[in-house]
């Protein structure tokens, strides 16, 4: 799993380092780091022109130091300073002692090899100085490798406000930082290498499953298995309008490990016809029957107001997607207050518009996009429900404040039906007995990698196409 902590709890934990080591010994360690993934980038060193956007305080230490370590293997190693009266004393010299130079030539950017992103780091806020917001568009010859964080990036959130400079590679020291792991900021990070320097930190509250943490949460049936105690998931989906959701949303319910998949709405027939394994109902949710967990909303339509209700009247957990957030958002979280189940809200940037505006937030769509973490935080504070946000980065959020993002998925992904089958899955999983946070998580996770294998090399794909894939990437997790 990869971590992500804040730039306070980094800090804290640096001093704490720092007050038991050497004084420098701490920047050493990551100059040797971002030494070494920088040699790595060239295709030799030794005569390789290195350039280093040397901003004021420590970011900038270690992207000197860094580059003094590759001269003295001979690469010719130059340091546009832009605020010289706050460099890095010790790093620049450094630098000079190693045969290193001071340059005022930024032009020198688009001729170099490999170019240290050393302007601002953690420490930092906002857009790139006037000084030095040429270089986010300026044509570039080599990589720009980014010291901790790309210059202009908020690291606590991912968040870009102006000019940025966009990096190939990031190095990021003792724990990733959570802008490195959510839009816009993680588009900006290129490639991102962690290094260690010794850093003891409290829980992270970000953070991103990888494989093997999927693989360990994947339902496995047992020997005593039957399909009722492998879980039941209710789908509550589908209108006249919109019969389509109701056979998306069923076909990524069947493929989530629940043992059954039970369907009540208008388009009963159509779901049979196609998927002849649900068992199927045109009551709602009152009195459909048992279930582990209920789905409501996906084309729900007019029916979504009633559906959700009663679903919500119910002692299972309640995934609530796309006409029943409309109905929340419009409703408020007080439709919430006193459920002892969990609830699992899934908007996309517009759905989370709406429901924010229930809670008195009035915002637009590319807001929200802009603001993911935030945005899913006070969702999932206010409304008392986990939140996973859909979005270029998906963004999963407890109302206790831990989040995680999803690192898989493909542009092809934005598809129509594709959040119904996400709504589906996540609802089924929820059936087989994970809780909100790891349910969304997974979901979102398979999600974006049957994506990836359904659009193969790059090619449209439909939401049946993903619903399609996703034996094969469970059975790529657990073979």
Aim: charged share 15%.
């Amino acid at each position: 799993m990869r971590q992500a902590h804040t730039v306070a709890q980094v800090r804290a934990a640096e001093a704490a380092l720092m007050a038991a080591l050497p004084d420098g010994t701490l920047m050493q360690r990551a100059a040797a780091g971002l030494a070494a993934t920088c040699a790595g980038l060239l295709p030799r060193v030794y005569g390789s022109r290195v350039l280093v956007l040397a901003g004021s305080g420590d970011n900038g230490g270690d992207a000197l130091f860094a580059a003094a370590r590759l001269a003295r293997r001979g690469a010719r190693a130059e340091a546009l300073l832009l605020d010289p009266a706050k460099a890095h004393a010790e790093g620049l010299a450094a630098l000079l002692a190693a045969g290193g130079r001071v340059t005022g030539d930024a032009g020198a950017f688009g001729r170099a090899d490999l170019v240290l992103d050393g302007i601002v780091g953690i420490g930092g806020s906002g857009p790139l100085r006037p000084a030095a917001a040429p270089f986010a568009t300026m044509a570039r010859r080599g990589p720009v490798v980014a010291v901790d964080v790309p210059s202009g990036v908020d690291p606590d959130t991912g968040e870009v406000s102006g000019p940025a400079l966009r990096a190939d590679v990031t190095v990021c020291f003792g724990t990733h930082k959570p802008g490195l792991l959510i839009d816009p900021g993680a588009e900006y990070a290129g490639v991102v290498h962690l290094v260690g320097i010794g850093l003891d930190l409290p829980p992270a509250p970000v953070a991103a499953l990888q494989h093997a943490d999927v693989a360990a949460l994947l339902p496995v049936p047992g020997a005593e298995s039957d399909k009722y105690r492998r879980g039941v998931v209710g789908v509550a989906a589908g209108s006249a309008r919109y019969p389509g959701a109701a056979l998306l949303a069923v076909a990524g319910a069947l493929r989530g490990g629940a043992g059954a998949v039970r369907y009540t709405g208008h388009a009963a027939e159509e779901v049979v016809r196609r998927h002849p394994e649900a068992l199927v109902t045109e009551a709602g949710p009152a009195r459909a029957g048992r279930v582990q967990a209920w789905v409501v909303g996906p084309g729900g339509g007019d029916g979504a107001e009633q559906a959700l209700r009663e679903a919500l009247d119910t002692d299972a957990p309640v995934l609530a997607d796309a006409d029943a957030l409309t109905e929340l958002g419009r409703l408020g979280p007080a439709l919430l207050a006193g459920r002892t189940a969990p609830t699992l809200l899934t908007p996309h940037a517009g759905e989370a518009a709406r429901l924010l505006a229930g809670i008195g937030e009035h915002t637009d769509a590319d807001t929200v996009a802009a603001h993911r973490l935030r945005s899913a935080r006070l969702l999932a504070a206010r409304y008392g429900a986990t939140v996973l946000l859909k979005g270029s980065t998906t963004v999963v959020a407890d109302p206790d404040g831990r989040a995680r993002t999803n690192p898989t998925g493909t542009g092809w992904l934005g598809t129509a039906g594709s959040g119904d089958v996400l709504a589906g899955l996540a609802g089924s999983l929820l059936a087989t007995g994970l809780g909100p946070l790891d349910a969304a998580s997974v979901a979102a996770y398979l999600h974006g990698l049957a994506g990836r294998h359904a659009a193969g090399t790059g090619a449209p794909i439909t939401a049946l196409d993903i619903a399609e894939a996703l034996p094969s990437v469970w059975r790529s997790l657990t073979g």
